[in-house]
């Protein structure tokens, strides 16, 4: 009889105990509460590699988080929102960071990227379906911190540096088709920039924010694949580098990013862009500030795993989601 009193006695203490550090947490860190209680974000489970400059693409309902500038990073994660899992499959055959990664036809392709001084120009599509990599042709030119899109079919890669310190911030265009796995340029973007990040919506491509050499940049450019055109958009509110973006139900949300080059703060700042009324709206912040984290979406869901922070080798495991249709915030 004592034995089952003092079990009980103990379980009590300990749930008394563990409430009590859950209290203390959400104390400490209020803002990262407040937002995973507002409805529009939840906390999924952790990625099993911590990373951050990586790169995620979304295939049949699953998630690939891939590579990272930790270490030379080459490893992929899948995961299976059905299950809250994460799962290791077969490591991207070039370890590196600051590249960008494209889905055409249920396939997922890297390009580019940078790790300990070295650019790369690499090409390598992943099928999920086989858990294979194979390599491709190069891009012409050998970049990092650039962004890509797909639209009919082909990846616009756009933006991006080489070398560091910095030798030059694109201007061209390169354009891939995995049809015939040939590259071709368009026209350069006017505003040259590295650590953007482009969208794809409604056949046209945004490159949003980024930095131009000077500092970080609020800028929106429209571009036209049909006519190789570029037109100027409303800013967004924030200028930042290093942030993500993605198109859910006819909007763009632009999350993240950091405020100067070297970083001070981690933005955790959302902000929609709605391209038919070409204006902007503040929607509720991600619960923790990254930087060079990357994003993709799902049944209408944005999922954020993992992150940088202001520090070069900063990498985080933590996968936020979130609910555009739940967050009332900006309305």
């Known amino acids: ?53 990586h790169s995620v693409g979304a295939v049949n309902g699953k998630i690939y988080a891939i590579g990272g500038n930790q270490l030379q990073n080459s490893s992929v994660e899948e995961y299976e929102p059905g299950t809250d899992i994460w799962t290791h499959k077969s490591p991207m055959p070039t370890g590196r960071g600051d590249f960008s990664c494209c889905v055409v036809n249920e396939k997922i392709y890297a390009i580019g990227g940078w790790v300990d001084n070295m650019t790369f120009s690499n090409l390598e599509e992943y099928d999920p379906s086989t858990d294979n990599w194979t390599n491709k042709s190069p891009m012409p030119t050998t970049r990092w911190g650039h ?21 030059e911030i694109f201007k061209a265009i390169e354009v891939y088709n995995p049809n015939t796995n040939t590259w071709t340029s368009k026209g350069a973007i006017p505003t040259p920039r590295w650590m953007l990040s482009c969208c794809a919506i409604n056949g046209k491509i945004y490159a949003i924010g980024g930095h131009d050499g000077q500092g970080a940049v609020s800028i929106v450019e429209e571009y036209d694949p049909m006519t190789d055109t570029w037109a100027k958009k409303s800013p967004m509110p924030t200028a930042r580098w290093a942030l993500a973006t993605v198109a859910v139900n006819g909007k763009i ?30 929607k509720s912040p991600m619960p923790a500030g990254r930087i060079g984290l990357a994003i993709c979406t799902l049944d209408g869901k944005i999922y954020v795993p993992g992150g940088g922070g202001i520090r070069a080798r900063d990498a985080y495991s933590e996968t936020y989601v979130y609910d555009p249709s739940n967050d009332k915030a900006g309305q």
């Open 253 to 282: 949300y632009a999350i993240g990013g950091g405020n100067v080059y070297p970083p001070t703060m981690a933005y955790g700042i959302v902000e929609e862009y709605d391209p038919v009324t070409d204006t902007w709206r503040t």
């Open 1 to 53: 009889m004592k034995r089952i009193v003092f079990f009980l006695t103990t379980i009590v203490f300990a749930s008394i105990f563990i409430g009590w550090v859950d209290r203390m947490e959400e104390m400490l860190i209020p803002e990262k509460f407040s937002q995973l209680k507002n409805g529009a974000w939840s906390q999924l489970a952790n990625l099993q590699t911590a990373r951050g400059l």
């Open 147 to 167: 962004s890509c899109v797909t639209v009919n079919g082909k990846i616009y890669v756009i933006g991006g540096a080489t070398g560091w310190p910095v030798n």
